[in-house]
């Protein structure tokens, strides 16, 4: 049986990915991170022993703090926490207990280094449309909340990755890119190691209107008119990111949750 202060994996697993979930921190030991380099999806690597210092970040909102097995690193930092006026729970059962429940895990490997305040930076090509917003929301909700996207001009993605030390993405010949009939959105649930059917049910929507595909999945047209008219509504494009964030949570949600929803106009007519 739960307490208020815990929360099982099955619970969190529906929040990850949603705009409201909460923060996910781990504070598993040096050690016990390298014995299994992945990460709960969404999370964020601190440190027990500086709780201090670093939780009054999480001030006024929710955060739930997972160590090895739920014990006394995770109770204890959530404590701590709470003393900061944040809303934390522990994970039941800890990574582990996740890990045992099979769900899924991001390959820590396969993130690109982090800037001085532990995010991970991104660099594509200037106004996007369709896998330019998809993969930072993929990355933001699943990967790294914190993450920072450059847009810059086409030519200038892998020297601005270079200068700054950011990992290019969605142009030709790079690592986070098209591979065959795959778009990056696919190619970054594949290397993440974050395949769910909600997620591979949206990766196809996203596959065919990035790529004139829209025989591959009925929305696909749909989710391709919404992202032309975001990029016309939008002159600059972190902006649009933001308004592309809601656009691929509704579809995310609608992937998840309301597939074998149907709606009809409701006469309520009196029979004669």
Request: with cysteine.
């Amino acid at each position: 049986m739960s307490s208020y202060t815990t929360i099982s994996s099955d619970k969190l697993a529906r929040l990850i990915g949603t705009a409201n979930a909460p923060a996910l921190i781990d504070v598993r030991t040096d050690e016990d991170f390298a014995a299994d380099p992945r990460l709960i999806p969404g999370s964020i690597k601190f440190s027990h022993g500086n709780v201090s210092d670093w939780g009054g970040e999480f001030s006024g909102r929710s955060a739930i703090v997972a160590c090895l097995r739920g014990a006394k690193l995770a109770q204890g930092t959530a404590a701590w926490l709470r003393q900061l006026g944040v809303q934390a729970e522990t994970l039941e059962g800890g990574f582990e207990g996740w890990k045992d429940a099979k769900l899924p895990l991001v390959d820590a490997a396969k993130l690109p280094p982090r800037d001085a305040k532990g995010r991970t930076v991104w660099v594509t090509r200037a106004r996007p449309k369709v896998d330019r917003i998809a993969c930072p929301w993929l990355i933001r909700r699943f990967v790294d909340p914190n993450a920072v996207f450059l847009y810059v001009a086409p030519s200038e993605v892998v020297a601005v990755g270079e200068r700054f030390n950011a990992a290019p993405f969605d142009i030709e010949n790079v690592f986070w890119s098209h591979r065959g009939e795959l778009c990056t959105f696919d190619v970054m649930i594949e290397e993440f190691g974050i395949a769910t059917p909600p997620l591979l049910r949206l990766a196809t929507l996203v596959r065919g209107a990035d790529t004139a595909r829209p025989d591959l999945a009925p929305e696909a047209p749909g989710l391709l008119a919404a992202s032309l008219g975001l990029s016309r509504m939008y002159d600059d494009d972190l902006e649009q990111l933001e308004a592309g964030m809601t656009l691929y949570d509704a579809f995310y949600r609608w992937c998840r949750d309301a597939t074998a929803e149907t709606h009809n106009w409701p006469t309520n007519k009196v029979k004669a």
